[in-house]
């Protein structure tokens, strides 16, 4: 069983930065990997970025460039760094883990945490 807590959300203005935290429980975090994922009232979570646990990363192309995904597994977390932020970036972000199959499907992944809202204004 894994528990997963997001941090770091709020408001701030495009082009600007913020960084999420994903604090995970669980003495086997090393062995998860972890995804971050969005979503915007009357649309469906979309992938974000994906670490696997030997640390190869992969993300959306609407992000490439601009978010770097990261895990630190002495603290058992996983970050978002996300720089040059966008209004389209708005949305509510949620970490997840231990994805069964392929790490861009949100049903592949068996772990949530509850979300944290980012909003970019102009």
């Known amino acids: 069983q894994v528990q997963l807590v997001e941090s770091g959300g709020g408001l701030v203005q495009a082009g600007g930065s913020l960084r999420l935290s994903c604090a995970a429980s669980?003495?086997?975090?090393?062995?998860?990997?972890m995804g971050w994922f969005r979503q915007v009232p009357g649309k469906e979570r979309e992938f974000v970025a994906f670490?696997?646990?030997?640390?190869?990363?992969y993300y959306a192309d609407s992000v490439k460039g601009r978010f770097t995904i990261s895990r630190d597994n002495a603290k058992n977390t996983v970050s978002l760094q996300m720089n040059s932020l966008k209004l389209e970036d708005t949305a509510v972000y949620y970490c997840?883990?231990?994805?069964?199959?392929?790490?861009?499907?949100?049903?592949?992944?068996?772990?949530w945490g509850q979300g944290t809202q980012v909003t970019v204004s102009s």
């Open positions: 670490i696997s646990s030997g640390g190869t990363r």
């Open positions: 669980g003495r086997t975090f090393s062995s998860y990997a």
């Open positions: 997840a883990a231990d994805p069964r199959g392929r790490y861009y499907y949100v049903s592949e992944y068996g772990y």
